[in-house]
């Protein structure tokens, strides 16, 4: 199962529609699809900003859930400079949690691209990803049932 991890600003930004990247990318964890990790105390930042931010009694519960259901790692030590050290702390559950991505709409990260085996990336572009996983097995799929039924 693909492991992520969600920064605090996808969480909050999920609030931007049923259909955005951020809120999409939130039901694919809530619904079992992906594996969300974090450590503690990206779980605290999570829970006191989205206390404060998410007006969306819907989405708030929805957060709250995805936050019970993350899987709780040991952060990793990090040895990397980023402008912003707060930032540290997702690498740390991104490697601690062995993730194969951070998603996050933070520069600081971003910039960095990738992290040890960890891809940093935008909603957006992991949403990208995910359709393209999900078309080749439909694609996979329909070649075997064709092959099936020519016999």
Avoid at 113 to 140: C, M
């Amino acid at each position: 199962m693909t492991r992520v991890v969600l920064d605090t600003n996808v969480l909050i930004n999920a609030d931007r529609g049923e259909y955005s990247y951020p809120k999409r990318i939130l039901d694919l964890i809530l619904n079992g699809s992906v594996m969300a990790v974090m450590t503690k105390p990206v779980r605290r930042e999570n829970q006191l900003l989205v206390e404060r931010l998410v007006r969306d009694t819907r989405l708030k519960d929805d957060i709250m859930d995805f936050l019970i259901m993350a899987e709780l790692a040991q952060p990793a030590v990090i040895k990397v400079k980023i402008d912003d050290a707060e930032d540290i702390k997702l690498l740390a559950a991104a490697v601690g949690g062995k993730a194969e991505w951070l998603i996050t709409e933070d520069r600081h990260l971003l910039d960095l691209e990738k992290y040890q085996a960890v891809e940093i990336v935008t909603p957006q572009a992991w949403w990208q990803w995910w359709q393209a996983q999900d078309n080749q097995t439909a694609n996979t799929w329909q070649s075997w049932t064709k092959n099936l039924f020519k016999t």
